[in-house]
């Protein structure tokens, strides 16, 4: 992250711009992790209606953004029975289990085709007995993490959620927020671990942007919500989601989140197609070998619903700036793209700058006050530089445009709601 936010502060505010993978000095949040259990004395429901809450959780959580996508795993037949009117009902019963847990994983930039790079068994291993979006998940505009993130867990799109950008100001107060802003009055709509706890139930987060927010019934209790720290090895952290299934079965978390900072962290650095790609992702396949190794010896992988998903893609960005010096805040907008298509600007025919309003419908990035009036959409690989510099680094950017190819992700579902072997297109 870093000189590039949605700002009125700036001559342009561009939505394109990457931001920095969350390294020490630019970490999610900023404290130390606690991974120790402790129960919590929240009531554990029957697991008729715990069963049902799920269900309905499930529903909730990806209705806004994948309702396509989940319908066509709960409730639509696919292809092979299209002539039926029949939803099929995939969900299995519990072996081991006495209630449902969902575990939902992200690994940071993990780029649509980013498993076809290297061996990776055990993320297929989930796909082959689970679901997936066969041509990737199309992360939200902007295809950033923090605007993503929050999606996922909320199913609302950025400018209902309120967080659209890594960092943006407010305009009406002029505050800005950036990645440890942990006020409430910044994250809108209603996360999915503040859902569990409505209902009742107990929830776990093990790192995702917005989980340490105090915010309705969630107060980001002690022992339950991790707060961020970017040095915890992933073998720990997938270690202590394991942890929570030796508590007694009532006081098991029924939602619990696991985050990854890689590929992503790489990605920015040498790009989507530098061997560092395969071997981190290689890595990843391992935190789910080990994820599911642990599973495995409790008995209880089957009956465990793992939902894995990326924020974003990656493409590759080697030189490629357009320079807009001669432009300021003071500039008409209707000069704006004339000044860019003239040729005087260096490259300016990749941007186009939008009034917010007139950007394309499908990008659903328009109704806040939070989304500055201007927006600039750059063409994938470029990055606006307002002062040339001689830098000759190459890496990877993301944040451009949601339609982009390169900017898709994965989703894989696999366990007891999910269908075994499915495969929709896209969502
Ligand atoms: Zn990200």
């Given at each position: 992250m870093g000189s590039d936010s949605l700002s009125q502060t700036k001559p342009i505010p561009l939505s394109t711009e990457e931001e920095d993978p969350p390294t020490q000095s630019t970490a999610l949040l900023s404290f130390d992790t606690d991974s120790s259990l402790e129960s919590e004395a929240n009531g554990s429901p029957s697991k008729c209606s715990t069963t049902t809450i799920f269900i309905v959780l499930i529903l909730?959580?990806?209705?806004?953004?994948?309702?396509?996508?989940?319908?066509?795993?709960?409730?639509?037949?696919?292809?092979?029975?299209?002539?039926?009117?029949t939803p099929r009902n995939f969900s299995r019963p519990l072996k081991q289990l006495e209630n449902p847990v969902v575990l939902l994983v992200s690994?940071?930039?993990?780029?649509?085709?980013?498993?076809?790079?290297?061996?990776?068994?055990?993320?297929?291993?989930?796909?082959?007995?689970?679901?997936?979006?066969?041509?990737?998940?199309?992360?939200?505009?902007?295809?950033?993490?923090?605007?993503?993130?929050?999606?996922?867990?909320t199913g609302l799109y950025p400018a209902y959620h309120g967080i659209i950008n890594n960092h943006f100001i407010d305009p009406n107060t002029g505050e800005f927020f950036h990645s440890a802003s942990h006020e409430p009055k910044w994250w809108l709509g209603e996360p999915l671990w503040e859902t569990v706890v409505n209902h009742g139930l107990k929830a776990v987060t093990?790192?995702?942007?917005?989980?340490?927010v105090k915010k309705g019934s969630w107060n980001c209790p002690e022992k339950l919500c991790m707060k961020y720290n970017n040095s915890v090895p992933f073998e720990h952290r997938v270690d202590t989601?394991?942890?929570?299934?030796?508590?007694?079965?009532?006081?098991?978390?029924?939602?619990?989140?696991?985050?990854?900072?890689?590929?992503?962290?790489?990605?920015?650095?040498?790009?989507?197609?530098?061997?560092?790609?395969?071997?981190?992702?290689?890595?990843?396949?391992?935190?789910?070998?080990?994820?599911?190794?642990?599973?495995?010896?409790?008995?209880?992988f089957e009956d465990v619903t793992i939902i894995m998903v990326g924020d974003h893609g990656m493409v590759v960005r080697c030189l490629l700036f357009v320079h807009l010096q001669v432009m300021h805040?003071?500039?008409?907008?209707?000069?704006?793209?004339?000044?860019?298509?003239?040729?005087?600007?260096?490259?300016?025919?990749?941007?186009?700058?939008?009034?917010?309003?007139?950007?394309?419908?499908?990008?659903?990035?328009?109704?806040?006050?939070?989304?500055?009036?201007?927006?600039?959409?750059?063409?994938?690989?470029?990055?606006?530089?307002?002062?040339?510099?001689?830098?000759?680094?190459?890496?990877?950017?993301?944040?451009?445009?949601?339609?982009?190819?390169?900017?898709?992700?994965?989703?894989?579902?696999?366990?007891?709601?999910?269908?075994?072997?499915?495969?929709?297109?896209i969502f």
């Amino acid at each position: 992250m870093g000189s590039d936010s949605l700002s009125q502060t700036k001559p342009i505010p561009l939505s394109t711009e990457e931001e920095d993978p969350p390294t020490q000095s630019t970490a999610l949040l900023s404290f130390d992790t606690d991974s120790s259990l402790e129960s919590e004395a929240n009531g554990s429901p029957s697991k008729c209606s715990t069963t049902t809450i799920f269900i309905v959780l499930i529903l909730v959580s990806f209705v806004a953004l994948f309702s396509a996508f989940v319908f066509a795993f709960l409730f639509y037949s696919s292809s092979h029975s299209s002539s039926s009117a029949t939803p099929r009902n995939f969900s299995r019963p519990l072996k081991q289990l006495e209630n449902p847990v969902v575990l939902l994983v992200s690994s940071d930039g993990f780029r649509f085709g980013y498993q076809f790079k290297t061996p990776t068994p055990n993320i297929h291993r989930l796909v082959e007995n689970g679901v997936e979006a066969e041509m990737g998940l199309i992360p939200v505009f902007p295809s950033l993490t923090f605007p993503n993130h929050y999606s996922i867990v909320t199913g609302l799109y950025p400018a209902y959620h309120g967080i659209i950008n890594n960092h943006f100001i407010d305009p009406n107060t002029g505050e800005f927020f950036h990645s440890a802003s942990h006020e409430p009055k910044w994250w809108l709509g209603e996360p999915l671990w503040e859902t569990v706890v409505n209902h009742g139930l107990k929830a776990v987060t093990n790192f995702w942007p917005g989980s340490e927010v105090k915010k309705g019934s969630w107060n980001c209790p002690e022992k339950l919500c991790m707060k961020y720290n970017n040095s915890v090895p992933f073998e720990h952290r997938v270690d202590t989601a394991l942890s929570y299934f030796d508590l007694p079965s009532r006081e098991i978390p029924a939602f619990m989140t696991l985050y990854f900072e890689d590929p992503d962290h790489q990605g920015h650095k040498v790009g989507p197609d530098d061997p560092q790609i395969t071997e981190s992702v290689a890595r990843i396949d391992r935190m789910i070998g080990r994820l599911i190794d642990g599973l495995e010896r409790r008995g209880i992988f089957e009956d465990v619903t793992i939902i894995m998903v990326g924020d974003h893609g990656m493409v590759v960005r080697c030189l490629l700036f357009v320079h807009l010096q001669v432009m300021h805040h003071r500039m008409l907008f209707a000069k704006m793209n004339e000044g860019l298509e003239s040729g005087k600007v260096d490259n300016g025919k990749y941007l186009k700058v939008y009034l917010k309003e007139d950007l394309p419908s499908r990008l659903h990035y328009a109704a806040s006050d939070r989304i500055p009036p201007i927006i600039g959409l750059i063409e994938e690989s470029f990055k606006v530089e307002q002062k040339r510099s001689k830098r000759k680094e190459c890496g990877g950017s993301h944040g451009y445009d949601n339609a982009i190819f390169s900017m898709r992700s994965i989703f894989i579902g696999h366990g007891p709601q999910f269908a075994r072997g499915e495969e929709g297109a896209i969502f």
